[in-house]
Nanobody, 122 residues
Framework: QVQLVESGGGLVQAGGSLRLSCAAS?????????MGWHRQAPGKQRELVAT???????NYADSVKGRFTISKDNANNTVYLQMNYLKPEDTAVYYC???????????????WGQGTQVTVSS
C-alpha cells in the first residue's frame, strides 16, 4: 500500500508562485515507478499536470510548460510541484498520484492523495 499526503496549496494572486509537496509512505513505496500531479477545476474533468518517473524523466501538460516544475526528493519520498506565474485558470484541487506495479508486467496500481486547493485570484 502507498499513502500520499499533499500540502502547500492556498490562495495567491495572479503572477504569484506556490510549491506543492506530496509525501509518500507505506510498505509498497519502493515499487513506485512514477508520480505526478493532476488537477480538477469545478465542473471539469481531472486533468494531468505533470509526471516524473523513478528515473527522473518528466512530462508536462502544454498549459503549464515553462511555468511549472516537477521534482522529487528520493531520500524523503517526496514529490514537489513548483508553480510560477500562476493564472486564474490554474485554480483547481490538485491531486498527487503514484503508479506502481506489484511485479514487472502486472497491471498498474494508482494511489491518490486527498487533494489540496489552489486558488489564483485575478
Amino acid at each position: 500500500q502507498v499513502q500520499l499526503v499533499e500540502s502547500g496549496g492556498g490562495l495567491v494572486q495572479a503572477g504569484g508562485s506556490l510549491r506543492l509537496s506530496c509525501a509518500a509512505s507505506g510498505r509498497s513505496i519502493f515499487s513506485i515507478r512514477s508520480m505526478g500531479w493532476h488537477r480538477q477545476a469545478p465542473g471539469k474533468q481531472r486533468e494531468l499536470v505533470a509526471t516524473i518517473t523513478s528515473g527522473g524523466s518528466t512530462n508536462y501538460a502544454d498549459s503549464v510548460k515553462g511555468r511549472f516544475t516537477i521534482s522529487k526528493d528520493n531520500a524523503n519520498n517526496t514529490v514537489y510541484l513548483q508553480m510560477n506565474y500562476l493564472k486564474p485558470e490554474d485554480t483547481a484541487v490538485y491531486y498527487c498520484n503514484a503508479d506502481r506495479r506489484v511485479v514487472p508486467g502486472s497491471p498498474v496500481i494508482t494511489s491518490w492523495g486527498q487533494g489540496t486547493q489552489v486558488t489564483v485570484s485575478s
